[in-house]
């Protein structure tokens, strides 16, 4: 079975600063993807970025890169220069195949403030 | 801009009535899931249709049901809802491809609350 750890329920950064949000994952499979969505207060879930196991490099989108160590099971989420609308929950998921596709399977994620 | 949409965003039902909760998509995807998520928690996968083909997760209370008419809409049928089901729904989409990579687009969804 699939798991997904956050340890860090929650997290303040300084305006413009950069922060690092912690993901370690356990999986038996050879081919997975990892993934971590923005969920605001609105409630809406936005996909930030996206890490194949076979992917050599880390993934970057913008201000956001995946920290991806394989060998140590972590898909960190690293925000640079923080801006207030980056406070939200932050989900780490991981891709399973299930029946007919892949699914995904959430992490209890990280409330990220971010302060003035 | 395609999305997906989900209807009413606030529902307030009384305990034990049924209730129906609306998912469309516009992206013409291929799977529309529906998740459960508990104030303070992680999403958590009800069930999902691949097409036409249901697929319900072990554990998902037999008083959840689906319906899924067309490719762009699918509901969400709770027929006897209690006070735990209170709860903020979310429908998502993705293109169902036999790759890992599989996005999934979420809704704003649907806030439950039971009286």
């Known amino acids: 079975a699939q798991k997904i750890t956050q340890t860090q329920p929650g997290m303040f950064v300084q305006e413009k600063e950069a922060v690092t949000l912690d993901c370690t994952y356990d999986?038996?499979?050879?081919?997975?993807?990892l993934f971590w969505y923005k969920q605001p207060s609105s409630g809406e879930m936005i996909f930030l970025i996206y890490?194949?196991?076979?992917?050599?490099q880390n993934a970057t989108e913008g201000r956001y890169s995946l920290n991806f160590q394989k060998a140590r099971k972590s898909a960190n989420l690293v925000i640079s220069a923080s801006q207030l609308g980056d406070s939200a929950m932050y989900f780490c998921a991981m891709s399973r195949r299930g029946a007919g596709s892949y699914q995904l399977t959430f992490g209890k994620g990280t409330k990220l403030s971010v302060i003035p | 801009d395609a999305m997906v949409i989900q209807n009413p965003r606030y529902q307030v039902t009384q305990f034990g009535k049924p209730v129906t909760l609306s998912c469309s998509q516009t992206l013409n995807h291929n799977v529309m899931y529906w998740y459960q998520q508990k104030s303070s928690q992680a999403p958590k996968l009800l069930f999902h249709y691949y097409d036409k083909d249901f697929n319900n997760e072990a554990d998902t209370p037999d008083n959840f049901q689906s319906r899924r008419p067309n490719t762009s809409f699918c509901f969400l049928d709770i027929r006897s809802p209690g006070l735990g089901d209170a709860a903020m729904y979310l429908c998502?989409?993705?293109?169902?491809?036999?790759?890992?990579?599989?996005?999934?687009?979420f809704g704003p969804g649907t806030r439950l609350t039971v009286l």
């Open positions: 998502a989409t993705s293109r169902g491809t036999a790759k890992s990579y599989n996005e999934q687009f």
């Open positions: 890490q194949g196991s076979y992917d050599e």
């Open positions: 999986t038996s499979d050879q081919s997975y993807g």
